[in-house]
């Protein structure tokens, strides 16, 4: 029986959570050699965010869409 088991031990994982509850993705300001793709449900958007930076990072286009979730929204980043 499963209440009768004792627990060795319990790990805790944490997701993040933006401040404001948006994702964050793209470039920080003046930097082109980083990306961020920051996100509490980035199991369910992980396939299209991907795509999305794949566009940003390799063809060097913004993806208009995305322009909500910048990192510079939050100030100096």
């Known amino acids: 029986m499963l209440g009768e088991t ?3 031990k319990v790990t ?3 997701r993040p959570l933006p401040e404001d509850e ?3 993705i793209g470039f920080p ?3 082109r ?3 961020i793709t920051v996100m509490h ?8 965010v991907g795509q999305m930076a794949a566009v940003e990072i390799l ?3 913004d993806v208009d869409i995305l322009a909500p979730y ?3 929204r939050f100030g100096k980043l």
Request: proline content about 10%; overall charge negative; glycine content about 10%.
């Open 22 to 24: 948006f994702p964050v």
């Open 59 to 61: 063809d060097g286009v």
């Open 70 to 72: 910048r990192p510079a």
């Open 12 to 14: 805790l994982g944490f």
């Open 41 to 48: 449900s980035g199991v369910t958007l992980s396939p299209l």
């Open 29 to 31: 300001t003046h930097r």
């Open 33 to 35: 050699d980083v990306y």
């Open 6 to 8: 004792a627990l060795d």
